[in-house]
T-cell receptor, first 114, second 114 residues
Framework: GAVVSQHPSRVICKSGTSVKIECRSLDFQATTMFWYRQFPKKSLMLMATSNEGSKATYEQGVEKDKFLINHASLTLSTLTVTSAHPEDSSFYIC??????????FGPGTRLLVL | AQSVSQHNHHVILSEAASLELGCNYSYGGTVNLFWYVQYPGQHLQLLLKYFSGDPLVKGIKGFEAEFIKSKFSFNLRKPSVQWSDTAEYFCANRGSSNTGKLIFGQGTTLQVKP
């Protein structure tokens, strides 16, 4: 199956700093990737759709200036949480969509903002 | 708005019992339906998917799902569960999205007692 990686797997940062999370499709090219938040015992909440070479599409209620997304290549999308605050602490998951319209998920990044 | 509903939030079974997890979707047009599983501490993995054709879909690890258009349902089944099936199960529908974004159900926690 298709493999998607995320880095880092876990990050702790101070309030007010920025954190960058990388999402890579390792064995396929993905023109579209997605970023989700997952809360404990909850389903995934789609934050934004990341399109290679163009601006990301954000879901309602997600601040685009706070969660910066860059999809510079067909195998890499990055999510930068700017000026992070404790309420941004969460589990961030990315997925990459294959040409066969199937999403494969990364292992997630646990962000803790102190 | 399109939605996906999973009726069972928490299911507890003994090993060897049969499993059926309900999933209903709201969109009446073309559907791309998925079941994902998230084992404790791991990332979401694709169990199976339905795009068209035979409405009975077989996936990995002995799981299958049946697409019933008249009932807007895509229930997941396994004839005999194992302790290792303990996990969170998510149903998702691509629906009318032209970006390929998925609409997830709330998830079902399956606990299999040895």
């Amino acid at each position: 199956g298709a493999v998607v990686s995320q880095h880092p797997s876990r990050v702790i940062c101070k309030s007010g700093t920025s954190v960058k999370i990388e999402c890579r499709s390792l064995d396929f090219q993905a023109t579209t990737m997605f970023w989700y938040r997952q809360f404990p015992k909850k389903s995934l909440m789609l934050m934004a759709t990341s399109n290679e070479g163009s601006k990301a599409t954000y879901e309602q209620g997600v601040e685009k200036d706070k969660f910066l997304i860059n999809h510079a290549s067909l195998t890499l999308s990055t999510l930068t949480v700017t000026s992070a605050h404790p309420e941004d602490s969460s589990f961030y998951i990315c997925s990459a969509k294959t040409a066969q319209e199937t999403q494969y998920f990364g292992p997630g990044t646990r962000l803790l903002v102190l | 708005a399109q939605s996906v509903s999973q009726h069972n939030h928490h299911v507890i079974l003994s090993e060897a019992a049969s499993l059926e997890l309900g999933c209903n979707y709201s969109y009446g047009g073309t559907v791309n339906l998925f079941w994902y599983v998230q084992y404790p501490g791991q990332h979401l993995q694709l169990l199976l998917k339905y795009f068209s054709g035979d409405p009975l879909v077989k996936g990995i690890k002995g799981f299958e799902a049946e697409f019933i258009k008249s009932k807007f349902s895509f229930n997941l089944r396994k004839p005999s569960v194992q302790w290792s099936d303990t996990a969170e199960y998510f149903c998702a529908n691509r629906g009318s999205s032209n970006t390929g974004k998925l609409i997830f159900g709330q998830g079902t926690t399956l606990q299999v007692k040895p």
